[in-house]
């Protein structure tokens, strides 16, 4: 109190003139006199000194900025509701605004088929709703367009281009949403072949950029090979992979260089420079890979590509799925491992489902099977063949075919690529559940086994192919009723937690979407989901980006 200068003074005297003026008042009209408002810091009869008026100024501008801040942090980020959404009205509103912006037939389209098949697909069975209208944009400028309109009206967004996910990630909101087709928006805009890089839109597809590359004789390609017909911003979004992972890696790599994003305040950004490595900041990068179109809008993107080797198929047949994964770990961890571009599983139900689908020339032996795709030079390739050969061997294969043209290796891995359609074929009439759980390679033969028992005891029928290289498997379970459907959503449920029971993932490449947000708390624990929602909070304040995706629905606590 002292430091402070809290030394009691004499209130101030008042001017001579108003000292004259009151004293000749009567004195019951005396001259007010202050009670305790002179301890105000602001009153001019402060009765201590100056700098104890400053200090305890700040003091409370500091005291109130504290409480301010606390109750903006407790309105944004406590899981108190964004605003509502744009009704009927405000919907009508924005589409008659988005034909302005966006000028030319089919650009803006409310027929509805097309929103019904926009928000649905046939190969997810989540919860879909039609979208309220589809837009067609061709340019960044475009979306930047339709994103400030859907904010202006309260509208939700959601982003649409391959239609080739599997959770639900582009089904429309029951409130009604736009739904923003980035498809046309497929351009490659600039190849960098001295950088080993290129620019393109984020509606482009990635054979589309493999065989562009390839046309041009540039010896490159883009090493992420999800499902056929997936386009960059999709993959961005799901933070993807493919077959080629186990030498690659997935999305989450370096692949994407940068990202050029609409945020939901339609504000324009890039996440980075083109260089190959960066340590400036954060990697707002991979903030966007994964994030499923929930924190911006992905336009553009620099991808890192790979040379181009030769490549060779071989086969190996296994007594079991423990004998292959053993096999595998063996080979990858030789000095021939990083010439293995690819380690694909297919269980003894599906070598019997390509038997029986005839989409091979020849039936094979009926058991647990490896194929391998090696690249590298001929006498790389031919010196790892042999590693290989030598190492099934010793995991009890009785079988080991190595494709020795060309044509024999695309006919060997033609095989993988029937997988579904002869798991399909095997029960005429049929639809299939697709699953993506994937675990330490060490743990794989176990979740395998105790999947085929538990998926045989529930009557199910169904076949197994993985990238066994990564412990990543997809179950495709067989259904042909409702009520079978909901024994194979039972079934997935305890897949996915017995992953999580051998510290795995439920989604090793498919991503989370609808169908797997339920599973998050329990696989990042809920201090890291939570930091999800902070971020989708900041960014997305009003929650207009894929709402109701990814992150999972609050839990009210019971009282």
Known sequence: MFRLGLKLRPPPSLPSASTRFYSALPRSKKAFTPGLSRFSPWSQFWPYSSKARSG????????????????????????????????????????EKLREALPGEGRVTTEPEILKTYGSSSNSYHPTSPHSVVVR??????????????????????VYSGATSLEGHFSGIETGSICIDVSGMDKILQINEADSDLICQAGTRWEDI????????IPLFFPLDPGPGATIGGMVGTGCSGTNAVRYGTAKAEWFLNLTVVLPNGEVIKTRQRSRKSAAGFD???????????????????????????????????????????????????????????????????????????????????????????????ETIKLAAKEAQAITKRHGSPRFVFAQTDQEAEDLWQNRKYALMSTLSSVPGSRCWTTDVCVPVSKLPQLVQETKVDLA???????????????????????????????????????????LHLDGTCTGEHGVGVGKKEYLVEELGEGTVQLMKTIKAAVDPLNLLNPGKLYPDSVQKEK
Not at 314 to 334: C, D, K, R, T, Y
């Open 284 to 378: 707002t990068t991979k903030l966007f890979i994964g994030a499923e179109g929930t924190l911006g809008i992905v336009t553009e993107a620099t991808l890192r590509l790979a040379p181009r080797l030769p490549t060779k198929v071989a086969m190996a047949q296994f007594p079991s799925v423990e004998n292959a994964v053993g096999a595998v770990q063996e080979i990858l961890n030789s000095p021939y491992g990083a010439s293995f571009q690819c380690v694909e599983l297919l269980d003894d139900r599906m070598m019997n489902a390509i038997n029986v689908g005839g989409y091979v020339d020849k039936p094979y032996p009926v058991s647990d099977t490896l194929f391998f795709k090696i690249q590298g030079s001929p």
């Open 56 to 95: 305890v100024q700040a003091l409370i501008l500091a005291s109130g900025m504290v409480l301010a801040t606390t109750y903006l942090d407790h309105l944004i980020f406590s899981g108190v509701e964004p605003p509502a959404y744009g009704g009927p009205r405000e919907i009508r509103t924005a589409i």
């Open 457 to 499: 005891e529930a009557g199910l029928q169904s076949t197994i192919v993985g990238h066994v290289g990564d412990g990543n498997f997809h179950a495709l379970i067989l259904f042909t009723s409702d009520e079978e459907k909901v024994k194979v959503a039972d079934a997935v449920h305890r897949l996915v937690h017995r992953a």
């Open 210 to 217: 493999n065989d562009a590359l390839k046309a041009k004789g």
């Open 137 to 158: 944009p061709k340019s960044t400028e475009d979306v930047v367009r339709i994103v400030n309109i859907a904010r202006e009206c309260l509208v939700p967004m959601v």
